[in-house]
């Protein structure tokens, strides 16, 4: 079944001093979420969830998880 | 896509979804989150994983022959099929994908234009269903060598003032500062560049869509940097596939006559004993 992506949107963040791009859609009843370092762009995480923001809080969570923290 | 100098390796997402059913065409997704596919793919689109589809899994090289025409058939593709790549993060890895078919000698192979990213932001249609393509007899024609460059010719070649390097990876990972992008696992001994190499990220080849910046912005990027159609031009960044990405822009966009991909990379300069290294 073909369904169309929806809400595509894509932001820029900062985790532990690394830049990162958030991108996050809609297909059908699910979101999707990526994190991905800003250059090159290959993903970190991934989140995948019934809301924009679930999806978005488990794929930077795991993004902190992750990456190095300096401190 | 008319001011490019091969403007037939380029589709727009318009132009796929007006022929991806057709029977001699084939898309085919790329991606570096080789996760992604599973979420969501153009109807109809075979998905390639680059980590144990274009490549050799024992020693490290690119896909051989034999493997190649074993993937191409199971994907139902033919020597005469048209084949559309396209994938994440600005295609990054269809450009990967891009590279191996021509070394091969595929006649007809182009990219979409802005990727999944456009196809994503436009809000066309996708669907999870994996196609089961009928089976083919693939052929390779032949190896165009002239397109792959190795250490040894990288090491003779750099001596030569009719050689420009383009080192495609990040300003930090270009001047040492880091070995490998954040969050990706370090794979070399010492950071900095190969010595003469002028330092042109893959990712200011395009717009913020995806899509390839036009040709006289593309001319204006590489000229400032040296970076001619006289010279013999090596491409390369960690492991070769960034560089895929820019040597596609030289190659075809601007039909460059002299462009070869390093796929060695940094992670093979970097980590030789004796190798000259400029920060």
Redesign the interface.
């Known amino acids: ?6 809400g ?1 949107q894509s932001e820029l963040t900062e985790i532990h001093g ?1 830049e990162l791009r958030v ?1 996050s ?1 809609q ?1 059908g009843e699910r979101y ?1 979420c ?1 994190v ?2 800003a ?6 995480a ?1 989140g ?1 969830g019934g809301s924009r923001g679930e999806a978005r809080e488990i794929a930077l969570s795991k ?1 902190t998880r ?2 190095p923290n300096p401190s | 896509m008319t001011d490019y100098a091969h403007p037939e390796v380029l589709v727009s997402t318009d132009w796929v979804d007006e022929h991806k059913d057709d029977a001699k065409v084939a898309v085919v997704e790329v991606d570096v989150d080789t996760a992604a596919y599973q979420e969501g793919h153009i109807p109809g689109a075979v998905g390639w994983n680059w980590q144990t589809q274009l490549c050799d899994t024992l020693q490290r090289d690119i896909i051989s022959q034999g493997d190649l025409e074993k993937l191409l058939g199971e994907s139902g593709i033919g020597n005469d099929t048209t084949i559309v790549l396209y994938g994440d993060n600005n295609n990054w890895f269809a450009a990967w994908a891009l590279w191996q078919l021509k070394l091969y000698q595929h006649d007809d192979v182009r990219i979409m234009d802005g990727g999944r990213k456009k196809w994503f932001a436009e809000g066309r249609g996708v669907n999870t269903e994996s196609p089961t393509p009928e089976q083919t007899t693939y052929k390779v024609k032949g190896l165009d060598s002239d397109l792959r460059i190795l250490l040894a010719e990288v090491q003779e070649a750099i001596k030569s003032d009719k050689t420009t390097l383009v080192d495609v990876r990040s300003p930090d990972e270009f001047t040492g500062k880091i070995l490998s992008p954040p969050g990706l696992p370090e794979t070399c001994q010492r950071g900095g560049h190969i010595p003469k190499a002028q330092n042109i990220p893959w990712g200011m080849a395009c717009n913020e869509d995806g899509t390839f910046k036009n040709a006289d912005e593309l001319k204006e990027l590489y000229a400032n940097k040296g970076v001619t159609p006289d010279k013999d031009v090596i491409a390369y960044c960690r492991i070769g596939e960034r560089s895929s990405h820019s040597w596609f822009a030289l190659k075809y966009l601007l039909g460059y006559p002299n462009v070869k991909n390093y796929d060695g990379s940094w992670t093979e300069w970097g980590n030789l004993v004796g190798a000259p290294v400029e920060k």
Do not use: C, Q, W
């Open positions: 079944m073909t369904i169309k992506v929806e595509h690394v991108t859609y297909i999707f990526h991905s370092n250059d090159p762009g290959a993903t970190i991934r995948e993004a992750r990456l």
